[in-house]
């Protein structure tokens, strides 16, 4: 099946404490993406990447980071920095290079709350 | 500068009855417009696309959106609507490639759809 995985689906976190979101696609896509959901408040970009080794920070990049080691790989670590984690994540991949429109595919989402 | 708005945060229908949601645009360029569908805890499904082609886009699920460029808007309907429907429906713009933002999503702030029995 192709797809995107993201892991875990719930994620409990201390104050103070770093932790990694895992996402993971298989459709060979170039360019992934990391989004915040909050309520009422739509989807807000955090980091992206268009290819192995390079990523842009989005909106909301403060407290945040990511690398981007593998094609298939995107982890997205909430640092102790980032004020209010407590959130729905989710990330996605599209094509780059050839297509001439974002179409974005999405995984099932991370829902991180801190204690 | 590119920017979307959906005019109903709330929209509620009863099963069988016709959906509209709607969705104005801005855009200096020739936009990409897309909807996409999030059921409770859920990521998102893209539901349909219109890229430059024929201005009325059917989905899945029986959805269809018109893309108006004389009134920058991008409806989404459904001639009737069933109980599985009930989601979050968001609408998003995003300008070409050689427009030069590297082709960022731009997300309206959803629509939250009910669907009555």
């Known amino acids: 099946d192709g797809g995107i995985t993201q892991s875990p689906k719930y994620l409990f976190r201390k104050e103070g404490q770093n932790v990694t979101l895992s996402c993971e696609q298989n459709?060979?896509?170039?360019?992934m993406y990391w989004y915040r959901q909050d309520p009422g408040q739509g989807l807000r970009l955090i980091y992206y990447?268009?290819?192995?080794?390079?990523?842009q920070k989005g909106d909301i990049a403060e407290g945040y980071s990511v690398s981007r080691e593998k094609k298939e790989s995107f982890p997205l670590t909430v640092t102790s920095a980032q004020k209010n984690p407590t959130a729905f994540y989710l990330c996605?991949?599209?094509?780059?290079?050839?297509?001439?429109?974002?179409?974005?595919?999405f995984g099932p989402g991370t829902r991180l709350t801190v204690l | 500068a590119q920017s979307v708005t959906q005019l109903d945060s709330h929209v509620s229908v009863s099963e069988g009855t016709p959906v509209l949601l709607r969705c104005n645009y801005s855009s200096s360029y020739s936009p990409s417009l897309f909807w996409y569908v999030q059921h409770p805890n859920k990521g998102l499904q893209l539901l349909l696309k219109?890229?430059?082609?024929a201005t009325l886009v059917k989905g899945i699920n029986g959805f269809e959106a018109e893309f108006k460029k004389s009134e920058t808007s991008f409806h989404l309907t459904k001639p009737s609507a069933h109980m599985s429907d009930a989601a979050e429906y968001f609408c998003?713009?995003?300008?070409?490639?050689?427009?030069?933002?590297?082709?960022?999503?731009?997300w309206g702030l959803g629509t939250s759809l009910a669907v009555n029995p």
């Open positions: 998003v713009v995003s300008d070409p490639i050689n427009a030069g933002n590297n082709r960022k999503l731009i």
């Open positions: 996605a991949s599209s094509m780059w290079v050839a297509a001439t429109y974002n179409e974005q595919f």
């Open positions: 459709l060979n896509h170039d360019a």
């Open positions: 219109y890229t430059s082609a």
């Open positions: 990447s268009q290819i192995v080794n390079d990523f």
